[in-house]
């Protein structure tokens, strides 16, 4: 049962390394999810993502580095710790001649009780025919067969893989909708995604990797004060003013309108400049998570040319 | 999507080569020739290399024509009849006659095979993994596909016709005759690559394609078969199949080769079938609808064991079948087998020596060998499903729930002891059985079928080879290669005169000739220790490596 009470965290990685050969996946990658929170665990394709999670999951074993999960450890505890946790993969491979229905009743088991009422409500809600065999479903199909399966039991941990990465935008609602209730229950969430709108609607906190490591991790508030506001306003302030302030940046005019980006911290003494001079409207927006990502791979990916390929 | 038959389209826009249906065949060839360079040479040379040693081996068992002639007695046989052919030419066997009345079927069947394969494989193969969908988006007729992957079936037939001539003529065969053989052979494997050009537009796998047309071949066999044994020379049910008409060209005998244009007809026949349905299907669907089925699983499928068993049960029944039938076939032939042996006492010789006060009980229990060989590689193939099921992704799936490496393991190996127990008992019971009938004795079934579980440890070592394999993710192809050096030593061994050391060795032979040898106790506990010591070995290094995707 979910023990919202303790505050060790549910997982907790180390300088954790994996390399698959000469390809390097993991480099000393720290990541820390609490109890009862949902993490985002963001990173462009073959950053490591999935490969962490396969680690914890106990199918790799790590080169170095140490994890915990739900105070076990993810290779020797294996079985105990899954039947406390469910895992939905990027890419789900079924058996062919089972039927959806059965493969959720199987996977369902194998890790603990099934509840068929929560079975049978969730069948619903993703609108999913469980009479096909997996054969016949799309990828779609197929993820929702592995999400069922996975929300229909009550575990303390969701581990989720790219889990929406081939639903259409009323299932990925549903989706969230599901993983809302389970965080309500007390359930932990990893979800790893790229999908950054997903991320920005579930997520408490965020952890970012880039090539095997963490490059960044905190909450999206925490996230958002490393970068810029962008600022749109209707002044007569003549855009040299503005030159002379510590902090603005990417100054332009267009008639009235005056935009820019600045750091958070050097926005009291913009907003005083303003004021002093006057203006008729103001719009000011926070860095959207997109502009967060870009700020980390787009500057890095140019000094450096790490192939991060190879892990899955 | 496809709605729109060519026949509808306007005349102007049908006369522009931009707009034809069959735009972009060349380059689908391209590439189909591209994709097949190592498989259709395989075939062909598999094909011609068979040929060509049989053609060394036949003279070494049958060094001259009284010999041959014994083998034409079992071939008089109606079992020897059905499992091979007409019966041409039985009153003087030459090589050529054998191999036209025993060996044509069977490597028509075996190309019949490579054609469906081929075929599915460019068509609705290429559906269901949704490549098509990328082609078809493409500069590319709607009729290209298909029509590309029948070229490549011409061409794959034609080499193998080649290179099975080339075979034949190499051991001094009438040329006239053996291209008649070779065609006979194209022809078969052309029929049956339209047959799966039809089955692959109606259902919308690919294993249901294949299946299909694998099915209706095997149809083809047994109405020859049938219409074969029921009269020398074949019957109406002869006629009925493909396979029939290319033998009943009578190859070496009194050569025909009007039978092969009535496969040439049938080939015609299906491949506009095919065409016409393709223009009635949207690409990716089919014309017959997927089952449906269980929205809730048993509980008998709920554990490692029960999953394994579920995907692996269709493939042991289908050995089963296959090899009880065989068995059964084998069996009845054994009054024919004795008659010749007694004719013919160095004939028993290259048969692993059979006794001389016991020529029936050894014979067959010779045979019961081969059948063992069999199960050992339905056990090596089912223990290899492991590894498919690994890159699959599917292994990781159920390890992320509470089943841990040697459960799964352990589930998996237990199917494979059960399939290979089950089907050792069918082989054993079904040449016993056989043979119970042709000699009048029905205390032949038994003990056969008993005896057979005696080389139960033995196939167990093999599939324990295949876990370790699995287990250290060391590659198959070392198993392979010990099973099929085994096999070849146990089949051929005696055959060719390799040294007793090496015959003993081998490890078919450390089972007694059961039932007529007594079996030792000694050596099935040491044998199913191996096996239980290579399981723990697999267990070990399953649990110490990364478990892939």
């Known amino acids: ?312 | 999507m496809t709605a729109l038959a060519p026949a509808r389209e306007p005349r102007a826009q049908r006369g522009a080569r931009s707009s034809t249906p069959w735009v972009g065949t060349g380059r689908l060839v391209a590439v189909g020739l591209r994709r097949d360079r190592v498989r259709i040479p395989v075939w062909a040379l598999a094909v011609g290399g068979l040929i060509a040693y049989f053609g060394a081996a036949i003279p070494v068992a049958y060094p001259d024509a009284a010999a041959l002639q014994t083998r034409a007695e079992i071939m008089k046989e109606p079992s020897g009849a059905f499992m091979t052919g007409p019966g041409y030419g039985l009153d003087d066997y030459t090589f050529g006659v054998l191999l036209a009345n025993e060996m044509l079927g069977m490597v028509a069947v075996a190309v019949a095979v490579m054609s469906i394969f081929l075929v599915v494989r460019h068509t609705r193969a290429e559906e269901e993994a949704g490549r098509a969908d990328l082609v078809r988006a493409g500069v590319v007729g709607r009729d290209a596909p298909l029509a590309a992957a029948l070229v490549l079936l011409v061409v794959a037939n034609a080499a193998v016709a080649l290179v099975l001539l080339g075979a034949l003529l190499a051991n001094g065969l009438a040329p006239v005759d053996s291209g008649a053989v070779a065609a006979g052979v194209a022809v078969v494997g052309l029929v049956f690559g339209g047959v799966a050009a039809v089955t692959a537009q109606l259902s919308e796998h690919a294993r249901t394609a294949s299946g299909a047309a694998g099915g209706l071949l095997g149809l083809a066999y047994v109405l020859r078969g049938v219409g074969d044994a029921a009269q020398q020379g074949g019957s109406a049910l002869s006629w009925a199949s493909p396979i029939g008409w290319a033998q009943q060209t009578r190859a070496f005998v009194d050569l025909r080769w009007w039978p092969l244009l009535l496969g040439v007809a049938l080939c015609v026949v299906l491949v506009v079938a095919a065409f016409a349905l393709t223009a009635r299907r949207d690409v990716g669907a089919g014309l017959v609808a997927a089952r449906r089925g269980r929205a809730d699983a048993r509980r008998t499928l709920l554990s490692p064991v029960g999953l394994t068993w579920r995907t692996e049960r269709a493939a042991i029944a289908w050995w089963g079948v296959g090899l009880g039938v065989f068995a059964v076939l084998t069996g009845s032939m054994a009054q024919g087998i004795v008659d010749s042996f007694e004719a013919q006492p160095q004939l028993a010789e290259v048969f692993g020596g059979a006794s001389a006060d016991d020529v029936l009980g050894s014979t067959l229990s010779a045979f019961l060998t081969f059948f063992a060989m069999a199960v050992a590689v339905y056990a090596v193939v089912s223990v290899n499903r492991l590894g498919r099921e690994e890159d699959e992704g599917r292994t990781g799936v159920v390890l992320a729930t509470a089943v841990s490496r040697p459960a799964w393991l352990r589930g998996s190996l237990l199917v494979t002891v059960v399939g290979s127990a089950a089907l050792l008992l069918v082989s054993g019971l079904g040449l016993g059985a056989g043979a119970a009938v042709s000699v009048g004795d029905p205390g032949l079934a038994g003990p056969f079928a008993v005896g057979s579980l005696a080389y139960l440890p033995l196939v167990l070592c093999f599939a324990g080879l295949a876990a370790v394999a699995h287990g250290w993710r060391a590659g198959t192809w070392w198993v392979w290669a010990l099973l099929v050096a085994s096999i070849l030593v146990g089949l051929y061994g005696p055959l060719f005169r390799l040294p007793d050391a090496v015959l003993d060795a081998a490890p078919f032979a450390l089972v007694a000739r059961v039932p007529s040898e007594s079996v030792s106790v000694g050596a099935l506990v040491a044998t199913a220790a191996t096996a239980l010591v290579l399981a723990a070995v697999a267990t070990a290094g399953l649990g110490r490596r990364d478990v892939s995707s």
């Open chain 1, 1 to 312: 049962m979910p023990s919202p009470t303790s505050s060790s965290p549910v997982i907790e990685v180390r300088a954790l390394t994996k390399s698959f050969g000469a390809v390097r996946a993991l480099d000393e990658l720290d990541l820390t999810v609490a109890p009862g929170e949902v993490h985002g665990f963001l990173g462009p394709n073959g950053a490591g993502k999935s490969t962490t999670i396969r680690v914890l999951l106990g199918l790799l074993r790590a080169d170095a580095g140490t994890a915990r999960l739900l105070g076990g450890d993810p290779w020797a505890d294996a079985v105990d710790l899954h039947r406390r946790l469910a895992y939905v993969p990027g890419e789900v491979n079924l058996w062919p001649k089972l039927t959806g229905g059965e493969v959720i009743d199987l996977l369902a088991s194998l890790r603990g009780p099934l509840d068929r009422t929560r079975k049978a409500e969730l069948l619903e809600r993703f609108d999913l025919d469980p009479t096909k065999k997996t054969r016949t479903y799309s990828k779609g199909n197929r993820q929702k067969v592995a999400l069922v399966a996975a929300l229909a039991g009550d575990v303390e941990l969701l581990v989720l893989d790219e889990p929406t990465s081939g639903l259409d935008p009323l299932m990925e609602l549903a989706f969230q909708e599901c993983v809302a209730e389970a965080v309500g229950r007390g359930t932990t969430v990893l979800l790893s995604s790229h999908i950054l709108a997903e991320v920005e609607k579930l997520c408490d906190r965020v952890t970012i990797i880039r090539a095997g490591r963490a490059v960044q991790s905190g909450t999206l508030r925490d996230l958002r004060h490393l970068t810029r506001s962008n600022v749109r306003v209707t002044t007569a302030l003549p855009p040299a003013a503005l030159d002379g302030i510590v902090g603005v940046h990417d100054v332009a005019s267009d008639g009235g309108q005056l935009t820019f980006t600045v750091d958070d911290d050097a926005l009291s003494s913009v907003m005083a400049a303003l004021a002093a001079a006057g203006m008729s409207n103001l719009v000011v927006t926070p860095p959207t998570l997109e502009e967060l990502f870009v700020h980390h791979y787009g500057t890095a990916a140019t000094d450096d040319a790490v192939p991060t390929g190879g892990a899955r």
